[in-house]
């Protein structure tokens, strides 16, 4: 059985509702699931999970929740090489830029993406939560 980690924040509800259909996924799989908001999970708790998903809605100029989320993620770069991760994460206005730009990121730090990170504009819709539960799914493989 895998163990995986959901991780996330939230301000409007929308990324913590992506957030629990990522789990849903997973368990359905068959893994271990731990749901942790950003300022629950920290460095030494990586080595613990088989794989992590990472939510996290766009703020200010198309980037990641600066005050709790990106701290926490950064604390954690130099534990992402050759991990397991996945992104998700709801946004209000753009077009899903501040995705792509953490994904390269993610990429840049040398963690194993799998499939596509999914997102979307306000309220996650049934189809975004079906790409949410596949994820959760694609994850606890």
């Known amino acids: 059985m895998s163990k995986l980690a959901?991780?996330?924040?939230?301000?409007?509800?929308?990324?913590?509702?992506?957030?629990?259909?990522?789990?849903?996924?997973?368990?359905?799989?068959?893994?271990?699931?731990?749901?942790?908001?950003?300022?629950?999970?920290?460095?030494?708790?990586?080595?613990?999970f088989d794989a992590i998903a990472f939510g996290c809605p766009a703020m200010g100029a198309d980037e990641l929740e600066e005050t709790e989320f990106a701290p926490m993620f950064r604390s954690m770069e130099g534990k992402l090489p050759g991990k397991t991760i996945g992104l998700f994460g709801s946004y209000g206005w753009g077009g899903g830029e501040w995705m792509e730009k953490w994904a390269n990121n993610c990429r840049e730090l040398s963690a194993k993406l799998v499939s596509g990170a999914v997102i979307c504009c306000g309220e996650p819709d049934g189809d975004t939560l079906t790409e949410c539960v596949s994820l959760g799914r694609a994850l606890a493989q």
């Open 6 to 48: 959901v991780v996330y924040w939230s301000g409007t509800g929308n990324t913590e509702t992506m957030a629990n259909a990522v789990k849903s996924g997973a368990q359905a799989a068959g893994a271990e699931v731990g749901l942790f908001k950003a300022d629950e999970f920290h460095e030494n708790m990586v080595d613990n």
